[in-house]
């Protein structure tokens, strides 16, 4: 698999784990797949049932950007997944709005963040969910 595409994929698997919500099965596309897109590797994400979701990363954008979207994209696959399960489909857990929406993956100041969409609070950066109680922190510019 595509190094930077692995590399973001490992990161986000911790905070999969952590919050104990389905984990994909990641299964390489292969490079003959995704040739003609060559600036855009991709991975399948697959759940117990079979159904599958391509993951990307753009490999001219920076590290914190494919980690920004391939933590997106995982998002949507952890949603569909609690969906298909019935189980409630907030993940990340917002601490401060838990019954009303999940975390964003945001980049703020160079580093990958969830962030509460409603507030614009950083809760935690990407893959580190859970570790440090008190994270949080103000956010400053960002996308
Ligand atoms: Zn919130």
């Known amino acids: 698999m595509n190094a930077d595409l692995a ?19 990641v299964r390489d596309v292969p490079e003959q797949e995704w040739r003609h897109h060559a600036h ?8 117990v049932d079979g159904s599958g979701q391509r993951v990307s990363c753009l490999v001219d954008d920076a590290p914190v950007e494919q980690l920004r979207s391939v933590a997106d994209q ?9 969906c298909r399960l019935e189980r409630s489909v907030a993940w990340p857990r917002c601490p ?27 809760v935690s950066p990407i893959g580190q969910l ?14």
């Open 7 to 25: 590399r973001a994929l490992q990161v986000v698997e911790h905070d999969l784990r952590i919050a104990g919500v389905p984990l994909p099965e």
């Open 40 to 47: 855009q590797p991709c991975a399948m994400l697959l759940a």
């Open 74 to 82: 995982v998002q949507e696959w952890v949603h569909e997944e609690l």
């Open 96 to 122: 401060t709005h838990p019954l009303t929406h999940p975390l964003s993956a945001v980049v703020i100041d160079e580093a990958a963040w969830w962030v509460c969409p409603l507030d614009r609070r950083g």
């Open 130 to 143: 859970g570790v440090t109680a008190r994270s949080s922190r103000p956010t400053r510019g960002g996308r």
